[in-house]
T-cell receptor, first 111, second 114 residues
Framework: GQQVMQIPQYQHVQEGEDFTTYCNSS?????IQWYKQRPGGHPVFLIQ?????EVKKQKRLTFQFGEAKKNSSLHITATQTTDVGTYFC???????????FGAGTQVVVTP | SQTIHQWPATLVQPVGSPLSLECTVE??????LYWYRQAAGRGLQLLFY??????ISSEVPQNLSASRPQDRQFILSSKKLLLSDSSFYLC?????????????FGPGTRLTVL
């Protein structure tokens, strides 16, 4: 079945630095969503990618979907303390909209 | 606007006791509803999925069950809790129909089984 691996599991970033988290699948994905969960909070939707090679930007966040639709990445530039949290990729599991959440990348930002 | 409610926010229950967690959605009709479980520092595991009243799909066999007695009400239950049921339980909804829509999560219930 479809499995996704997120790397790294943990990322310690100095404020102002850039970092990237990756989501890799063993199978071709129809689409992929990204969510952010603040410590103690619930996941909040960030973006959905559908097309091969798609790139979307949200301020300092850049999301990319691989050409083969088997991987995706989230790049954050000039990290701020507000970026603290766990970022999950979530490919669509089936045509009914169920999602397969990755294990997440926990991001800690030091001032 | 749409909102999703979950209660209680935290719960401490003894092993072997029953469980009932409730989730309600406002501001939308016939949503897809989901129950997830999240162990500390881990990803989300889909437990149950519903596309309509009385229609429940189970993703993982376990001692939990779900019901949807009303269009916008989703209940997670157990007859006898296990220690391993301690977790963070999240309810979510998405628009009706087939795939591709974002999911909106409730605030969650932190369950501790002692």
């Amino acid at each position: 079945g479809q499995q996704v691996m997120q790397i790294p599991q943990y990322q310690h970033v100095q404020e102002g630095e850039d970092f990237t988290t990756y989501c890799n699948s063993s199978t071709t994905l129809s689409n992929i969503q990204w969510y952010k969960q603040r410590p103690g909070g619930h996941p909040v939707f960030l973006i959905q990618l559908v097309k091969s090679g798609e790139v979307k930007k949200q301020k300092r966040l850049t999301f990319q979907f691989g050409e083969a639709k088997k991987n995706s990445s989230l790049h954050i530039t000039a990290t701020q303390t507000t970026d603290v949290g766990t970022y999950f990729c979530a490919p669509e599991k089936d045509s009914w909209g169920k999602l397969q959440f990755g294990a997440g990348t926990q991001v800690v930002v030091t001032p | 606007s749409q909102t999703i409610h979950q209660w209680p926010a935290t719960l401490v229950q003894p092993v072997g006791s029953p469980l009932s967690l409730e989730c309600t959605v406002e501001g939308t009709s016939n949503p897809n509803l989901y129950w997830y479980r999240q162990a500390a520092g881990r990803g989300l595991q889909l437990l149950f999925y519903s596309v309509g009243i009385g229609q429940i799909s189970s993703e993982v066999p376990q001692n939990l069950s779900a019901s949807r007695p009303q269009d916008r009400q989703f209940i997670l239950s157990s007859k006898k809790l296990l220690l391993s049921d301690s977790s963070f339980y999240l309810c979510a909804w998405s628009l009706a129909g087939q795939g591709g829509d974002e999911q909106f999560f409730g605030p969650g219930t932190r369950l501790t089984v002692l």
